[in-house]
């Protein structure tokens, strides 16, 4: 849908009772990551943990155990997650933190349009970013311009070549710039400003 002056009203689907939020649990874990005793299964019981203390329903669970972080947008299971954003089976993705969900910045700040124009959170708890405690509001996306009719980023760009981009840098064992030190924000803005100054790293 489009306001009277042209441009992309955002699309929101928030639900009014918290309690009934459907999220689901994105779980991406470099082989790595996981000699060093960081299991999916640990990644998984904290995003169930966090789940429960907010009393929302863990509808999906997304393996990507192993696969590169470069780029994850082409992935099925991000296919997958996609499409059940798109028709309201979830409203929300709990991960790790956001080199978690994937370190191509490009492809980071597309979700997060994607997400915001279907009134959908993303959810990083090292990061301590929750979009979902946001009062709801509009800014204006940072992806390619590739909306529908209705201000919306059509699936089936998604499966088109996605263009490179620089990757999202590991804080490992550093204060992250807008984590838990009392400057965290939990609304989509503050979550593009972060993403939009990552810095490259080859990591997967």
């Not at 169930?48 to 009393?55: F, L, T």
């Not at 790790?96 to 997400?115: H, I, V």
């Not at 984590?179 to 924000?185: E, K, W």
Request: charged content about 25%; proline content about 6%; hydrophobic content about 30%.
């Amino acid at each position: 849908m489009r306001c009277p002056n042209g441009s992309a009203r955002l699309v929101t689907r928030r639900i009014d009772n918290e309690s009934e939020k459907r999220v689901g649990l994105w779980i991406r874990v470099s082989t790595e990551e996981q000699t060093q005793g960081e299991s999916p299964e640990h990644h998984e019981a904290r995003g169930r943990m966090y789940a429960e203390m907010k009393g929302w329903t863990v509808a999906e669970v997304y393996h990507l155990e192993g696969v590169s972080g470069k780029s994850v947008l082409k992935h099925p299971e991000t296919q997958r997650m996609m499409a059940e954003v798109e028709k309201g089976h979830i409203t929300g993705l709990i991960f790790s933190k956001l080199e978690r969900l994937g370190r191509n910045a490009q492809e980071l700040l597309y979700f997060a349009d994607f997400f915001q124009e279907r009134g959908a959170d993303l959810i990083s708890l090292a990061e301590a970013i929750d979009t979902s405690t946001r009062t709801a509001g509009s800014s204006t996306p940072t992806s390619p311009p590739w909306p529908n009719s209705a201000g919306k980023r059509p699936l089936t760009a998604l499966r088109h070549p996605f263009p490179s981009g620089p990757s999202l840098a590991s804080h490992s064992g550093e204060p992250h710039p807008l984590g838990t030190n009392g400057r965290t924000g939990n609304s989509f803005r503050t979550l593009k400003s972060l993403l939009s100054g990552s810095s490259c790293t080859n990591s997967s």
